[in-house]
Structure formats: C-alpha cells, structure tokens
C-alpha cells in the first residue's frame, strides 16, 4: 500500500513538474503577435535534401551570431537565400532569441516551403531558393493593430506628419542602417509614438518607396482609425503607438562615415610616420647649426656678398625643411 502510494505521488511530481516547465516555456517562447505566410508557387523542398541542409545550415548561422551588425543579417548557402532584420532598438540578446523562435515557428507553420516570411515582435526573417538582396519587396503585406480606435483628424495628421519625418530619416541612412524612431505631442499631455525601419541593403529611393507604401497602403487598409498598428511588409515595417515602446537605451549608435573610416585607417601611418618626422627635423637642426656657425666664421674673414649669401643659406635651410 505504501509503495503504490509512493508511485502515485511520484508520479503527480513528476507530472506536475513537467506541466509547469511546458507552461514556463510557453511563456518565455511564445510570441502573441508572430504572423507567417508560405510562399507556396515557389515549390516545397523535401526531407534531407540538399535544400533542407543549407537552409538548416543558414539558421544555424544566423542564430549563432555574436555581433549585433545593426540588426540585419544577409546569408546564402547553395540555393537558400535568408535575411534577417532585428528592431534596431533592441539588444543582440534579444535579437538572437527572437531569431530563434522565429526559425522555430516558421519550420513548423510552413514545413517544406521554399519560401517563407515570418514576422515577430522584434524581427523578421525570411528565406527563399531566389536573390533577395537589394531587392524591393512590397507584398506581401500584414498587419496587427491595437483595439483602442479613434475618429480624431488631427490625431491622423499628427500621425502622418511623424511617419513622413522618420521615413526620410530611415531612408537616408547608411548601408547598415536604415531606422528612424521618435514621437510628437498630441492634444493636452498625449504623445504619439513611432518606428520605421527597412532592410539596410535598400537604396535611398526603395526605402522610402517601401516605408511610403506601407504607411499608405497598410494603414488605410488595416489600422486607420486604430490608436496602435503594426504594418509589416518583406521589406521594411513601422509601428505607432500612443504609449513608449522603443526600447530606452538600446538603440544602435549611428553607423560610421566612409570617411570616418578613411581617417582611422590613415591614422596608424601617420603615428608610423612622426619618430621619422623628428628624426629628419632634428638632423635639419643640426645641419642649420653647422651651417650658421660655419657662415658666421666665413662672415669674420670676407663681408662681400654678405646678403646674398644669408639669402642663399636660409632658402636652403628652408628647402631641406619642406622636404
């Protein structure tokens, strides 16, 4: 009697315990807001095939990185093309996680696919057997909006005036980043607040087009009325929002200048090049003293051409210390 009790406690433990890390990791790992969408015209891969391993091969990648990159991650292995697109206010921790479940989430709600988006809360990833770099793509398109409406006007021309201010800051950014993020003042003590960001390998032109879109397409289809939105795209996304969300701290510094790397590159020769600047300075100094002294005893024994020849020495001095 005593050991079927034991057996049954032991088995309500070990039941519970397993119950409550199932619960646990659903909590951590579940995302509320992913959206997916299975390309399928493009084809499916089959199991084992080499497809399948270069594309297991490229999430391994992608979810092992150590450097955050701004947030955007290109690969290609054999036919598999995949991007990925963080927030760029989030932090690589957070980046890597959401890769994770992503990759995750996609494998199991479009299995096979060879084509395949999938949108999370902090990033986007997608994967195709065809070029996605440097290319434009709209569509196709997503959204999730918050439920508390409005038929303010001015709330949707402050919104639009914000949205055209971060797109053209986005879109002017460099190769590694194209993010805006900010806010403005509604009425009495509100704030609206806003991110906008598409992949960095876009031109200036294909990112504000994308943004441009996305904002009038997505909103007057999807959000229009809504106090919070999220439009997604390939491409690029925004969101608004009349609370903060951006994360505080976290944003990626802005990326350097060419030009700015040009002179830290030049900076180590120069360093190279100053003992050698003191070496050649000092030799001149001595060589100018020898000279004067010699010139001043050879003043003393003949004053003929006095002037000339002062002349005559300090360009030379002069010329060795350009040189």
Same mark, same amino acid.
Not at 84 to 107: F, H, M, P, Q, Y
Not at 262 to 275: D, F, G, V
């Given at each position: 009697?005593?050991?079927?009790?034991?057996?049954?406690?032991?088995?309500?433990?070990?039941?519970?315990?397993?119950?409550?890390?199932?619960?646990?990791?659903?909590?951590?790992?579940?995302?509320?807001?992913?959206?997916?969408?299975?390309?399928?015209?493009?084809?499916?891969?089959?199991?084992?095939?080499?497809?399948?391993?270069?594309?297991?091969?490229?999430?391994?990648?992608?979810?092992?990185?150590?450097?955050?990159?701004?947030?955007?991650?290109?690969?290609?292995?054999?036919?598999?093309?995949?991007?990925?697109?963080?927030?760029? $206010?989030?932090?690589?921790?957070? +980046?890597?996680? @959401? =890769?994770?479940? /992503?990759?995750?989430?996609?494998? !199991?709600? &479009?299995?096979?696919?060879?084509?395949?988006?999938?949108?999370?809360?902090?990033?986007?990833?997608?994967?195709?057997?065809?070029?996605?770099?440097?290319?434009?793509?709209?569509?196709?398109?997503?959204?999730?909006?918050?439920?508390?409406?409005?038929?303010?006007?001015?709330?949707?021309?402050?919104?639009?005036?914000?949205?055209?201010?971060?797109?053209?800051?986005?879109?002017?950014?460099?190769?590694?980043?194209?993010?805006?993020?900010?806010?403005?003042?509604?009425?009495?003590?509100?704030?609206?607040?806003?991110?906008?960001?598409?992949?960095? $390998?876009?031109?200036?032109?294909? +990112?504000?087009? @994308? =943004?441009?879109? /996305?904002?009038?397409?997505?909103? !007057?289809? &999807?959000?229009?009325?809504?106090?919070?939105?999220?439009?997604?795209?390939?491409?690029?996304?925004?969101?608004?929002?009349?609370?903060?969300?951006?994360?505080?701290?976290?944003?990626?510094?802005?990326?350097?200048?060419?030009?700015?790397?040009?002179?830290?590159?030049?900076?180590?020769?120069?360093?190279?090049?100053?003992?050698?600047?003191?070496?050649?300075?000092?030799?001149?100094?001595?060589?100018?003293?020898?000279?004067?002294?010699?010139?001043?005893?050879?003043?003393?024994?003949?004053?003929?051409?006095?002037?000339?020849?002062?002349?005559?020495?300090?360009?030379?001095?002069?010329?060795?210390?350009?040189?």
């Amino acid at each position: 009697m005593a050991t079927e009790i034991s057996r049954t406690m032991l088995f309500h433990f070990l039941f519970s315990g397993l119950t409550f890390t199932f619960l646990v990791t659903l909590t951590i790992s579940f995302d509320p807001y992913f959206l997916h969408y299975c390309a399928n015209n493009m084809g499916n891969y089959t199991a084992n095939s080499a497809y399948e391993r270069d594309l297991n091969t490229i999430f391994k990648q992608i979810t092992s990185i150590t450097k955050s990159n701004y947030g955007f991650y290109s690969k290609k292995v054999g036919e598999v093309n995949a991007m990925a697109l963080c927030r760029a $206010d989030v932090k690589l921790d957070v +980046c890597t996680g @959401c =890769l994770n479940e /992503t990759i995750s989430r996609v494998k !199991l709600d &479009c299995p096979n696919n060879k084509e395949a988006i999938g949108w999370s809360a902090d990033c986007t990833l997608r994967y195709s057997n065809t070029n996605l770099s440097e290319k434009l793509e709209i569509n196709p398109q997503t959204c999730l909006y918050n439920t508390g409406s409005t038929a303010d006007e001015y709330f949707r021309l402050r919104l639009g005036e914000l949205l055209s201010d971060l797109r053209n800051k986005a879109a002017s950014g460099s190769a590694l980043l194209k993010y805006a993020a900010g806010n403005s003042s509604l009425r009495a003590s509100e704030r609206l607040y806003a991110l906008v960001q598409s992949t960095p $390998d876009l031109s200036e032109g294909d +990112c504000n087009h @994308c =943004l441009d879109k /996305t904002a009038t397409n997505g909103i !007057l289809r &999807c959000c229009l009325k809504q106090r919070g939105c999220r439009v997604l795209s390939p491409s690029c996304n925004l969101r608004f929002e009349t609370y903060p969300f951006v994360e505080a701290g976290a944003e990626f510094p802005p990326p350097p200048s060419p030009l700015g790397a040009r002179q830290k590159e030049e900076e180590p020769n120069k360093s190279k090049r100053t003992p050698v600047l003191v070496a050649s300075l000092s030799v001149i100094f001595g060589i100018a003293v020898v000279s004067i002294s010699g010139f001043l005893i050879w003043k003393r024994r003949n004053n003929e051409d006095t002037e000339y020849r002062e002349i005559q020495l300090l360009d030379l001095v002069e010329g060795r210390i350009d040189m």
